[in-house]
């Protein structure tokens, strides 16, 4: 059934979470458009969790103006989306309603300096996906998403938080609404910090991580995350963040984690919104985080080794 007070939405990027909302969003009847960055980009089919293959064949074309009914999903990578919002500023109202994806942190300050006005939302989810080539995406883990607004939100009224709930419920499920988003964002930058620069590193899936091999520097990130964010008043443990990374790479056991396919495709990767971050914040506050500069510094060679 379509959703009440809900236009269309419009997906930019045509990466593997992005594509995974498309599918959602085709699944239950709700108007998508997707939009690559190059049009030989385009996902056009998608293997779900249990193998089955879905052919994106309801995609519309891109829009040239956004209502304030429609919604404008950003899951692009934190430094891509400075770039992508100044694509969508001149398409999109002030009350347009902005939903980012993104691993890491950062992207909501980049996103603000463009669009000053508009609701933004925030959410996270650890659902696995890959794009196994140019068209094609494949679901690797099942994850849970949380959502919530965004601590700046300007225009944000209770209606359009139903609504970006209730889209994303349909098209990345399971879905939870978090009053407190930062805390579930700091979680997931834990997971992130831990899984992603190990993966790449040891050119491993995420499953590889649950051996005694890595369970000492999985829990000096854990730790070092836990005390930035305690100094950064987010209320976390080292030992609930530790369960949390345990839970993800248990769930996405056979998946390359998102730095992995970066590294091994020559890109950059979102080294500097996750541990790069952590870095930046505990300089900030005086803190030594000695694994995660490390990390930090590791993954940040491997990029400059690309020819
Ligand atoms: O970046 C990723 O790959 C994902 O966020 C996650 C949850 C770690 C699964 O691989």
Same mark, same amino acid.
């Given at each position: ?24 969003? /085709? ?13 030989? =980009?385009?996902? =056009?089919?998608? %293997? &779900? ?37 100044? =694509? ?15 691993? *890491? +942190?950062?992207?909501? #300050? ?7 006005? @508009? ?12 794009? %196994?080539? =140019? ?10 998403? +949380?959502?919530?607004?965004? $601590? ?7 209606? /359009? !938080?139903? +609504?970006? +709930? ?6 990345? @499920?399971?879905?939870?609404? /978090? ?39 999985? *829990? ?6 836990? @005390? ?23 769930? &996405?056991?056979?998946?390359? !984690? ?31 985080? $000695?694994?995660? &500069? ?8 491997? #990029?400059?080794?690309?020819?």
């Amino acid at each position: 059934m379509p959703l009440p007070n809900l236009g269309r939405i419009h997906i930019v990027g045509s990466g593997a979470i992005g594509s995974l909302i498309a599918v959602g969003a /085709q699944h239950n009847n709700i108007a998508y458009s997707l939009s690559p960055r190059r049009a030989d =980009q385009l996902t =056009q089919r998608l %293997i &779900t969790y249990s193998g089955q293959s879905i052919l994106l064949n309801q995609n519309l074309p891109e829009p040239e103006k956004l209502a304030e009914t429609d919604l404008l999903i950003m899951p692009v990578k934190a430094h891509q989306l400075a770039q992508a919002a100044a =694509q969508w500023q001149p398409r999109i109202q002030d009350n347009t309603p902005v939903l980012l994806v993104h691993n *890491g +942190m950062g992207g909501l #300050e980049s996103v603000r300096e463009v669009l000053k006005k @508009q609701p933004i939302y925030l959410a996270t989810t650890s659902h696995g996906a890959m794009k %196994i080539n =140019q068209h094609e995406v494949k679901h690797t883990g099942f994850g849970r998403t +949380m959502v919530g607004e965004a $601590p700046d939100n300007r225009n944000g009224s209770g209606e /359009q !938080s139903e +609504m970006v +709930m209730k889209v994303l419920s349909r098209c990345l @499920q399971p879905v939870t609404w /978090q009053e407190d988003i930062e805390r579930a964002l700091w979680t997931k930058l834990a997971i992130n910090a831990v899984i992603n620069p190990l993966t790449a590193i040891y050119d491993i899936t995420n499953g590889k991580l649950d051996s005694l091999q890595f369970r000492g520097q999985i *829990g000096d990130i854990c730790d070092e995350v836990a @005390q930035v964010a305690q100094a950064c008043k987010i209320d976390l443990t080292s030992d609930f963040l530790k369960e949390n990374v345990q839970l993800i790479i248990a769930n &996405t056991a056979n998946n390359y !984690s998102s730095m992995h396919q970066d590294i091994s495709a020559k890109r950059t990767s979102e080294n500097d919104a996750i541990n790069g971050f952590i870095v930046k914040q505990a300089e900030k506050k005086g803190i030594d985080v $000695p694994v995660n &500069t490390f990390l930090h510094n590791k993954i940040k060679s491997l #990029e400059k080794n690309y020819s």
